[in-house]
C-alpha cells in the first residue's frame, strides 16, 4: 500500500522560509516522478513542482520559480520542497503526490497530469 506523508508547514511572516517534507512508502521511491500542488481557500489548485523520478527534469511554476527549490533523499525517501521568500499569496495548504508510472518525466503540461498517489497535505501560512 503506497502511503504519501508531507509535514513542515506552519506559520511564517512574509520574507521568511520553510522546508516540507514528502515521505512515501509502498514504492520504489527513485523511480517515480513526485510532485508539489497547493490549494488556496476559494481557488483551484495549483501545480508547485515536479521532481522526476530521476532528477533529470524539474518544472517550476512561475509564480515561485526563484524562491522554491526541490531536492530529494532517496535513503529517506523524502522530498523536501524549500521555500523561500514567502509572500501572502503562497498561503496555501500544500500537497505532495506521486506518479503510479516509473520512469516516467515531468512534461511542461504536468501539472494536469493525473498523480495517484496524494498525501493529505501541510497548512502553509504567510503573514503580512
Known amino acids: 500500500q503506497v502511503q504519501v506523508a508531507e509535514s513542515g508547514g506552519g506559520l511564517v511572516q512574509a520574507g521568511g522560509s520553510l522546508r516540507l517534507s514528502c515521505t512515501a512508502s509502498?514504492?520504489?521511491?527513485?523511480?517515480?516522478?513526485m510532485a508539489w500542488f497547493r490549494q488556496a481557500p476559494g481557488k483551484e489548485r495549483e501545480g508547485v513542482l515536479c521532481?522526476?523520478?530521476?532528477?533529470?527534469?524539474?518544472r517550476t511554476a512561475e509564480s515561485v520559480k526563484g524562491r522554491f527549490t526541490v531536492s530529494r533523499d532517496t535513503t529517506k525517501k523524502t522530498v523536501y520542497l524549500q521555500m523561500t521568500s514567502l509572500k501572502p499569496e503562497d498561503t496555501a495548504m500544500y500537497y505532495c503526490?506521486?506518479?503510479?508510472?516509473?520512469?516516467?518525466?515531468?512534461?511542461?503540461?504536468?501539472?494536469?497530469?493525473?498523480?495517484?498517489?496524494w498525501g493529505q497535505g501541510t497548512q502553509v501560512t504567510v503573514s503580512s
Open positions: 521532481f522526476s523520478w530521476n532528477g533529470g527534469t524539474t
Open positions: 509502498g514504492l520504489t521511491f527513485d523511480a517515480h516522478t
Open positions: 503526490a506521486a506518479d503510479r508510472e516509473k520512469y516516467t518525466y515531468c512534461s511542461e503540461s504536468w501539472s494536469s497530469r493525473v498523480f495517484d498517489y
